[in-house]
């Protein structure tokens, strides 16, 4: 992967640019066994290799990161519409106050290759940054116990939890800001 994240955003009208993303989708979770809830919130194709949210892709922002061989590598997907809520699923509902901030939801990130922290910041960072200057305040998200303490790290709050099966998953919420490093924006000239 290359140091340089060039963010896109998925044609979410391309039904090919929809297959190759499905297709990378499934092989960033094909390999998780251990997780048999995203077997319920996902629609799988296991003959076809291919892997879609139940979110329709009209309501979704889908950045991606291609590596050098230009193979989508990395992506979050993020429900934009909020018509509909993935982690109803689970349980979870957004707030809808009058007034509330505008929020958005993260569906899915993977990443292929490159897992490293400093990667997955950075991919996290661009996205969020841009969705911040889409107008949108803060992000929900679903999330297993393995990583929720990176979130709640960066300033995410639990708002819920349940146990589905015997697994935990935690509902979070954190602030956006301009920097798209999640929490309050930073004061000062400091580098994130």
Not at 75 to 83: E, F, L, R, V
């Amino acid at each position: 992967m290359t140091d340089f994240l060039k963010l896109e955003q998925l044609d979410v009208t391309s039904p090919t640019l929809i297959a190759e993303w499905e297709r990378a989708f499934y092989k960033g979770f094909a390999h998780v066994t251990g997780n048999r809830l995203i077997r319920t919130l996902w629609n799988w194709d296991d003959a076809g290799q291919r892997l879609a949210t139940r979110i329709p892709y009209l309501d979704q922002v889908i950045y991606y990161w291609r590596d050098d061989q230009g193979e989508i590598a990395s992506s979050i997907a993020t429900n934009i519409a909020m018509t509909q809520f993935q982690s109803s699923t689970f349980g979870f509902e957004p707030d809808r106050a009058e007034g509330a901030p505008r929020g958005c939801e993260l569906i899915v990130a993977f990443s292929l290759s490159d897992r490293s922290l400093s990667h997955v910041i950075a991919v996290r960072n661009a996205a969020l940054s841009d969705l911040y200057q889409r107008g949108f305040r803060r992000a929900y998200l679903t999330t297993a116990d393995k990583v929720h303490h990176l979130w709640l790290r960066c300033g995410a709050r639990v708002l819920g939890e349940t146990v589905i099966d015997g697994e935990r998953r935690r509902f979070l919420e954190f602030p956006l800001n301009p920097s798209g490093v999640p929490g309050p924006p930073s004061r000062g000239t400091g580098h994130s």
